[in-house]
């Protein structure tokens, strides 16, 4: 079949989700699952279904494989459109939480067996089989059982099974969920090597949004049924396009503000709790007096006992946490000293650094400190809500 094309950049696209939308019937109130959703998945992606319980990303992975029918809308495989063809007549294969391996066949039948089905030569399923055992390093178990097999060896499995029949296509969902941590993070490098050498685009589901960060080309970030964004790691981590995306990857702090002045590249905002200017690097039209959202990461946030520097703030330590690797603060802006160590209330908005740890693991500071928050212009971000 031919494959589509982007008309702007010539890349290929596997998959196109054109305004698609999923409605599950209710007598009273139908279930809107998909809200008229519409991107694209690029050939040889590792491409990532990222969101909380609910959100659609299962709903929406059901409907690449056929296992979910279309209330509007279209999706396309390399141009072609696949929506009302059943999960067998998509060239398109599924690796679910639950392995599903058959009990009473070996390691090398589990991985056959699709090969039979399709009704492919003895020579080409030895060789292919025999071939998919090796790309997951399981040769040496081909004659085992699976309940003679770990959870990881198990999935390793799974995967060359549904590898096995050479999918356009291959859907994950969430297939590390029942392997413990360490095993997990193994398990991301294995995959994420096991795509890129076959070439198959990958469409992983998943909740962990490590998992997502660490694995994905790109990465959707789902809420209610909607993409809130679509981008690389490093884009949705650092540049989050609004509330939701920047609370949901990693910790934010959020701070509420005002527009005070218009640069060229940049505007000074006021922070709405109490005092202090920010600069914040930016080519989104503002408005003077306009109210604004800024978020910037615990790691971006500075703590010195005195800055100069145009974004430096004044706060009050109010608690501090060791967690090995780093240090983590609440400062409270703004705050009077005074105030803080008599009362032990914070009287100002709470923003959180981290700060990493070095050869002695102890802090320069300590509860009750004053001390300056230093903010760079270009770690701030204007959320877009």
Not at 13 to 36: C, E, F, G, M, Q
Not at 164 to 175: G, I, R, S
Not at 177 to 203: C, N, P, V, W, Y
């Amino acid at each position: 079949m031919d494959k589509a094309k982007t008309a702007n950049n010539n890349k290929t696209h596997a998959i196109d989700i054109l305004s698609v939308t999923k409605i599950y019937p209710h007598r009273t109130h139908p279930v809107t699952a998909l809200n008229d959703i519409s991107f694209a998945i690029e050939d040889n992606e590792f491409f990532t279904l990222l969101g909380p319980s609910g959100c659609g990303k299962t709903t929406l992975l059901r409907m690449i494989g056929g296992f979910e029918g279309i209330t509007k809308g279209q999706i396309q495989l390399y141009g072609e459109d696949i929506s009302t063809l059943q999960p067998n007549q998509r060239p398109i294969n599924t690796v679910f939480q639950q392995y599903a391996l058959f009990p009473h066949l070996t390691v090398f039948e589990n991985v056959a067996f699709g090969l039979k089905r399709l009704g492919r030569d003895r020579a080409f399923i030895q060789k292919q089989t025999e071939a998919m055992l090796e790309l997951i390093r399981m040769a040496d178990f081909a004659h085992r059982k699976p309940n003679q097999l770990s959870g990881g060896q198990q999935q390793r499995v799974a995967l060359a099974r549904a590898l096995a029949p050479q999918p356009k296509v291959l859907l994950l969902d969430e297939p590390l969920s029942a392997l413990d941590l360490k095993l997990r993070q193994a398990m991301r490098e294995e995959l994420k090597d096991i795509q890129k050498k076959t070439g198959i685009t990958f469409i992983f589901v998943t909740h962990d949004q490590e998992e997502a960060l660490t694995m994905s080309d790109r990465i959707a970030v789902m809420s209610n049924g909607e993409v809130q964004q679509i981008g690389t790691a490093t884009d949705i981590y650092d540049h989050p396009i609004n509330h939701f995306v920047a609370t949901f990857i990693g910790e934010a702090n959020i701070l509420s503000a005002s527009v005070t002045k218009i640069n060229k590249n940049s505007i000074m905002a006021t922070l709405a709790a109490g005092g202090g200017s920010v600069e914040v690097a930016t080519d989104l039209a503002m408005t003077k007096g306009q109210k604004i959202s800024l978020m910037i990461r615990p790691e971006r946030v500075k703590i010195g006992k005195a800055s100069r520097a145009k974004s430096a703030l004044s706060g009050v330590v109010q608690s501090i946490s060791y967690l090995g690797t780093d240090t983590q603060l609440h400062v409270s802006l703004n705050a009077r000293q005074e105030t803080e160590l008599n009362t032990g209330q914070s009287n100002g908005e709470i923003i959180i650094a981290r700060q990493q740890n070095h050869g002695d693991g102890g802090s320069p500071f300590h509860k009750g400190d004053a001390v300056s928050v230093t903010i760079a212009e270009n770690a701030l971000r204007i959320l877009q809500d």
